[in-house]
């Protein structure tokens, strides 16, 4: 730490000295600090650590007046887009739509319609010049690259950077109106970011309407604002529900009974889809709906865009002369806000962040009359998670699919040895491949291809700047995911064209032991999923090795690819949700060689239950992993066994499958890639085993008995 820390402060000071001989004039944080608090607050940090960030960055895209940046910054000081008889000194833009979603849908992209960045994360612009986006530190990198001049970016997760509000205040000093839209980020955020503006003098201000009439004004084909998806949402088939929405609807009741609640808000989309048993396609990564539902006691109310219920799903939800608490009433999608408001409920739940799910929006929020609110974790996340037989039958079918599907892309690429292929001409083949598969909806996530030192960067998404052309000197890692009909599937496998070195096999090995470790283990079921990590982790750590990622969390039927509750993460103590039976999770270590290259593996598993209140892990992923890599002297016996039984599964359960489409190559090389292991202390066995010994003493005496007895005859 000290040492990291005294570095630290003596590259700064480097930097700062710099920064003064360049300057012209003094800098101005010292001026625009004008309070004693403010300046006990910011002053170490402005005035050490962050002067590089206070340098004025000039370039023709800072100062553009056509571009939406400088749009935005006189839309700031136009009555025609505030709407009200005030301006802003500063507005902020928020990554996501009004559910909340981890991936928003193109239409809902206004960070990046504003900035060019394509990630998660927040921008803060101010009328007189000067923005910032603070992302992810696994986005640093990319967004660094990716964004123009006119941006500074910010580590929103480095503790020694300025905060959105610390930023701003820097800049404004002690006066001023800030913008944003509160539809677009969590209760606790925008409350966080309202009171520690406040304490800088500074006012946050609700404004729904002005990115969006920005955006939907935008000419330029190239920018233009996509239009909302017109696909119609449809029955999710119910031999993958296995409950009806009626029960569905009537459990959850029974839970706002017991916390004394009359009502909930379903914000999250993904719950909504699995509430009402149906599906859409209005999220590049989910088959989910753009929707709110309002279950109350007296009655169930959905908020959805028009058009968008097809008529089984009418037919299906009773919406036809709804006057009781047994059916659904469709209401328009933007008067979910009004509803609120005058709602007769007294107790209404509005969902609290969980770790995917970020909960109610503060725009819902706020809806809700202050002494109405019940703030708690929507109770859908541990129903949803928990999934039933038919749930659970549908996630085998989607990943017997898949496995189909991966069989068939490694094997061909294999077949090529991943020459002439690049790291996007890749992610683009791993996508028509699982496009050939029967119930194929669309991807679980963005393909991520990395080869060779890009893998070394766990974050790493291949892009036209840093795409690779793939050699056989390195690995080639592979994350991937479907969305079929019947389940959602994600899977990592590390693959390597040439012969790898010793680093590599034992990285990969390592790899494969920390998840054969979690696979392997059966812990008492209440166990909370976080602390099951160092057990994932120990063959890693053995050799100085961890990766910043959790190593796995809950995965959705036909919904999210990222679900609460289960996040196994050793650095996170928050979240202490057990395993239970139905979960289903992933399992995802790597090893990430600085520089040079990266391994990652990942399965799904589910969670089945042991005798005596324990549970276990059976492999929902059945596709194999890359005899090649694999030191076998590095692994134990109990390990041995345990991928020899993976294999076995393999064969058995996908062999069949790859018959019956006529992949007869690709059966062949499945069959080669599970061919059984050999444990190395067999031969030692044969010694030693005192069974061997004794059926060996058995036969010699029958054999001597045998001649004796021909001898007498
Ligand atoms: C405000 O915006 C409107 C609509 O784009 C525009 O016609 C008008 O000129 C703007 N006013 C100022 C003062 O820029
Ligand atoms: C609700 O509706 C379903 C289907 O119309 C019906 O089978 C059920 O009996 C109804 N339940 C109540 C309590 O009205
Ligand atoms: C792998 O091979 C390519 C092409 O020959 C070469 O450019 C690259 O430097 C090699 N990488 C390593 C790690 O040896
Ligand atoms: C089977 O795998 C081995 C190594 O794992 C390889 O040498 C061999 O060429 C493969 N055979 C076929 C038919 O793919």
Excluded at 141 to 151: D, H, K, V, Y
Excluded at 285 to 303: G, W
Excluded at 548 to 575: C, S
Aim: charged content about 20%; glycine content about 6%.
């Amino acid at each position: 730490m000290t040492v990291t820390n005294s570095l630290r402060i003596s590259t700064l000071a480097i930097f700062i000295t710099a920064c003064h001989s360049i300057q012209m004039s003094p800098p101005t944080t010292t001026t625009t600090l004008p309070t004693p608090s403010m300046v006990t607050a910011f002053t170490t940090r402005v005035m050490s650590e962050n002067m590089p960030t206070v340098v004025p960055v000039m370039c023709a895209d800072a100062t553009s007046t056509s571009s939406p940046l400088g749009k935005l910054r006189s839309a700031m000081r136009n009555k025609s887009y505030t709407q009200m008889n005030i301006f802003f000194d500063a507005f902020l833009i928020f990554y996501s739509d009004e559910h909340l979603s981890e991936e928003p849908s193109p239409e809902e992209r206004r960070l990046e319609y504003f900035s060019g960045w394509d990630g998660a994360g927040t921008a803060a612009v101010l009328s007189d010049g000067g923005a910032a986006v603070w992302v992810s530190s696994g986005d640093l990198r990319r967004a660094r690259a990716t964004l123009s001049c006119a941006w500074e970016v910010l580590d929103g997760d480095d503790v020694n950077q300025p905060t959105i509000p610390e930023w701003i205040a820097e800049r404004l000093g002690r006066s001023g109106r800030i913008g944003a839209d509160a539809r677009l980020t969590s209760v606790k955020e925008w409350q966080a970011l309202s009171t520690d503006l406040q304490q800088v003098g500074l006012q946050l201000i609700h404004t729904p309407t002005m990115l969006d009439q920005l955006w939907n004004e935008e000419l330029d084909p190239a920018r233009r604002r996509p239009d909302f998806s017109k696909i119609v949402a449809v029955l999710h088939n119910t031999d993958y529900t296995g409950v009806t929405w009626r029960d569905k609807v009537s459990t959850v009741r029974n839970e706002l009974r017991a916390i004394g609640a009359d009502a909930m808000v379903v914000t999250s989309l993904d719950e909504v889809a699995w509430l009402l048993n149906i599906r859409g396609k209005d999220l590049p990564y989910a088959p989910l709906l753009k929707a709110f539902v309002i279950v109350s006691t007296r009655d169930v109310r959905v908020y959805a865009p028009p058009g968008k219920l097809s008529m089984p799903v009418r037919e299906a939800l009773a919406v036809y002369n709804c006057f009781n608490n047994n059916c659904t009433r469709v209401n328009d999608y933007n008067n979910i806000y009004s509803d609120l408001r005058r709602a007769s409920e007294n107790k209404i739940l509005i969902p609290a962040a969980g770790t995917f799910q970020r909960g109610a929006s503060a725009a819902i929020a706020q809806s809700v009359p202050q002494a109405k609110r019940v703030f708690l974790l929507s109770p859908i996340i541990y129903l949803k998670a928990q999934k039933n037989e038919a749930e659970s039958n549908g996630m085998t079918k989607a990943h017997l699919r898949d496995a189909v599907a991966m069989c068939t892309l490694l094997s061909y690429l294999e077949g090529r040895r991943g020459t002439s292929q690049s790291e996007m001409s890749i992610s683009k083949t791993v996508e028509v491949t699982r496009e050939t598969q029967a119930g194929f909806v669309g991807l679980s996530m963005k393909t991520r291809v990395a080869f060779g030192p890009n893998g070394a960067d766990p974050y790493y998404v291949p892009t036209i700047l840093t795409n690779r052309r793939v050699f056989p000197n390195s690995t080639l890692i592979i994350r991937s995911g479907g969305q079929y009909d019947e389940g959602t599937t994600v899977v990592t496998r590390t693959l390597h064209y040439g012969k790898p070195s010793r680093d590599e096999s034992k990285a990969y090995t390592t790899v494969l032991r920390s998840l054969a470790a979690l696979s392997t283990l059966q812990p008492p079921a209440s166990l909370p999923a976080a602390h099951a990590d160092p057990a994932a982790r120990a063959p890693l750590w053995a050799h100085r090795q961890d990766y910043p990622h959790p190593t796995g969390h809950g995965v959705g039927a036909a919904l999210n690819r990222h679900e609460d509750p289960v996040v196994i993460d050793y650095r996170q103590d928050v979240i202490l949700h057990p395993f239970r039976e139905g979960y289903y999770i992933t399992v995802e270590p790597g090893w990430y060689e600085g520089m040079k290259f990266g391994v990652q593996l990942g399965n799904v598993l589910e969670v089945i239950s042991k005798p005596s209140g324990y549970i276990g892990f059976r492999e929902a992923t059945l596709i194999p992993f890359e005899p090649k890599l694999i030191d076998k002297n590095m692994l134990t016996d109990y390990e041995i066994n345990w991928l020899n039984a993976y294999n076995d599964r393999i064969r058995k359960v996908v062999g069949p499958e790859l018959k019956a489409q006529g992949l007869t190559d690709v059966y062949y090389w499945m069959s080669n890639k599970t061919v059984p292991m050999q444990l190395p202390s067999k031969f030692k066995k044969m010694n030693t085993n005192s069974a061997t010994t004794n059926s060996c003493k058995q036969i010699f005496t029958t054999v001597i008995v045998i001649i004796f007895a021909n001898c007498f005859i």
